[in-house]
Structures are given as structure tokens and as C-alpha cells.
């Protein structure tokens, strides 16, 4: 399911190009941490020859306990976003909190069990939405299935201390001997101590790493809780009222049903996408709807790569159903839409 989000997120940022807006700020979103959950279910053929730093890593998410610092910076167009983090993680349970000096400054993440917690201090507001948010791993495998296609060089070396804990730096490297992306790698435990992306020029473009870090940290259950006096808490049905309205979308969602559930609401793009995902038995379905005409053919190249398609207009606004069903049944739900 996870997967899924992360193919989609990366259509949806073309899709977000083709109408000109920047997508920089959705790199924000999944780069973060390349260390989600679920990396154990990781267990492609493709991947039985990599570096065993490597292979640990992505194994070890489900139950990776450590405490620590991180600072994390991201290059958009001429600038810089800049966070720094403290972050406690417990096997499937996370909670980060941004500090005075971070573009999020103020803002704590809890993510338990199926639920993630994020708390807007300049709103008083805490957006509730579903767990498991493992896009950034995704990109760090799909990185990899790139680098496994194109024959890219994938190396080991030891490396120096991090945060000081000893570490193996995996290394991605083009034919061509352009380095596309570092990881540094505690090889005892699979936690990822730093990462480097890099464009073609080879300027880095997006990185962390940890300042400080604890293996062995003392963690209780109340650190995964999030109560805030007086904060209001936006389920994922309040969230899209709220946005639908401040954007200017049509107040319209997928009937209740079958399994569905609204899992998550995003507003991309400057307020020129709205994203609405569902959990739902055949995985995520997504519900979108665009300010102008999406581009045709990426989402032909959606349904090459598996997806069902459905598109249809509301005005002057596109609506789009992606998803594992069929094109039929995508047809037949669009039928059944309630605005509210």
C-alpha cells in the first residue's frame, strides 16, 4: 500500500508541473526520513546482492529503537530549508519535534499504530491521518531499482564516525563515475546516520544527518501521545472540509462503503491540487481534483504501469479516480459522489 502512495505522490508532482506550479516542496514531504516503516516487507529478488549495511537497513525500520538529533536540509530553487529534529522511535511508533531554528519551528509528529499526529502550533490545530507513512523508504528502494536497472556501481567502504557511532558509507555511482547518492550506515544496527542526494552537477540537494544519537534510549508509551490544551483536532474529513473550503474546491467525496476510508488530505501546488487517499481493500485509492486539465498522457502512463484511470470535469475543475480497481468500477464510484 505504501508503495502505491509513493507511485502516485511522484505522478502527482507531474501532474502539478504540467499546470506550472513547482513541486519542490513535495521533495520536502518524502525526503525527511529515509527510514520509515515497513522496509521489512522489502524483500525483493533484485535486491539479494546489495551490500549487507544496505540490506540491513532497509530490514530494520520495524524495529529500530533509538532516540537523537538530526538535522535535515533540503534545496529549493535558491534556497535552502533548513529543520533540526529530536526524534524517538520505537519499532512502528515515532514522535519528532522541530526546534526554534527549523522551517517547521514548533511542530511535533506522532505517528502510532495506524495514526499519524501532527500538531500546528500557529493554528492550535492537530491534523489527525493515517500511520505508516513510508514514502521517503520507498523512494530510497525505488532509488535503488534505478540504480539495479541503469547499472549503477553500488559500494560499501568503511567510513568515519557519525554522531559517534562507526559507520559504512554505501555509495551510488553512475557509469559515467557521476555519484548520485551517499548513505552513511551504523552496519551493526541498519540505522541510516546520514544521506546525500546529488544532482548531475553533483551539488548536494537534499541531506541529514544525526548530531546525536542513543541505540539504547529510555522510552515510554505517554512519549507517543499527543495532548495539547485547547489545540483543535482535525480528523481527515474535518482537514477537507477546512481546505476545500479555504481553496475553493467543490466540497466532494467518495461515498462511504466497501471498506473505504479517508486516510489522508493533501493541498498541493499552491492550492491548485487537492489529493484525497482511501484506504480501501485493493490498497490506496485516490481522489483528486485539479484546477485546470491534468496532462493526458501521464495518466496514460498510469495505466501502464497498473493503475486504473478515471477522469472527468465539474466546471471548470478536473476530477480524477486512480486506483487498483477497474476503470468500470472507478466509473460506477464517480457515480456515487456526495458533496457536502
Not at 529515509?34 to 522496509?39: D, N, P, S, T
Not at 498541493?268 to 485493493?282: A, E, F, K, R
Request: positive net charge; aromatic residues 8%.
Amino acid at each position: 500500500m505504501a508503495g502505491e502512495r509513493f507511485r502516485r505522490f511522484m505522478m502527482f508532482c507531474k501532474l502539478v508541473r504540467h499546470i506550472g506550479i513547482s513541486c519542490s516542496f513535495l521533495g520536502a514531504i518524502v525526503f525527511a526520513d529515509a527510514q520509515g516503516h515497513g522496509a521489512g516487507r522489502q524483500n525483493s529478488e533484485s535486491f539479494k546482492n546489495l551490500p549487507e549495511a544496505l540490506t540491513r537497513a532497509m530490514r530494520a525500520s520495524l524495529t529500530l529503537k533509538y532516540s537523537g538529533e538530526r538535522r535535515i536540509e533540503l534545496r529549493m530553487g535558491p534556497e535552502r530549508i533548513r529543520n533540526f529534529e529530536t526524534i524517538w522511535k520505537d519499532g512502528s511508533n515515532r514522535r519528532i519535534e522541530y526546534d526554534e531554528r527549523s522551517t517547521f519551528r514548533g511542530q511535533i509528529i506522532v505517528e502510532k499504530g495506524k495514526r499519524r499526529f501532527q500538531y500546528f502550533p500557529d493554528k492550535n490545530e492537530i491534523h489527525v491521518s493515517g500511520g505508516s507513512r513510508d514514502e521517503a523508504l520507498h523512494r530510497l528502494t525505488e532509488s535503488i531499482r534505478i540504480a539495479i536497472r541503469e547499472r549503477w556501481t553500488i559500494a560499501a567502504h568503511d567510513a568515519e564516525s557519525i554522531a559517534g557511532v562507526k559507520t559504512q558509507k554505501i555509495s551510488m555511482t553512475k557509469s559515467n563515475g557521476q555519484v548520485m547518492q551517499n548513505l552513511w550506515i551504523d552496519p551493526k544496527s541498519g540505522l541510516i546516520l546520514k544521506r546525500e542526494l546529488y544532482d548531475s552537477a553533483g551539488t548536494v540537494q537534499g541531506s541529514f544527518e544525526f548530531t546525536k544519537v542513543n541505540l539504547r534510549p529510555t522510552i515510554r508509551q505517554q512519549d507517543f501521545e499527543l495532548h495539547v490544551p485547547g489545540a483543535k483536532v482535525f480528523t481527515p474529513t474535518d482537514l477537507a472540509m477546512k481546505l476545500m473550503q479555504q481553496y475553493g474546491f467543490v466540497k466532494l467525496f467518495l461515498a462511504n462503503g466497501e471498506g473505504r476510508e479517508l486516510d489522508e488530505v493533501r493541498v498541493i501546488g499552491d492550492g491548485q491540487v487537492l489529493i484525497l487517499h482511501y484506504s480501501t481493500p485493493n490498497g490506496i485509492l485516490s481522489f483528486i481534483q485539479t484546477k485546470g486539465q491534468p496532462n493526458k498522457r501521464l495518466l496514460e502512463r498510469a495505466r501502464r504501469e497498473g493503475e486504473s484511470v478515471f477522469a472527468w470535469e465539474r466546471g471548470k475543475n478536473s476530477l480524477i479516480l486512480i486506483g487498483r480497481q477497474t476503470e468500470a468500477d472507478l466509473r460506477a464510484l464517480s457515480l456515487k459522489t456526495q458533496e457536502r
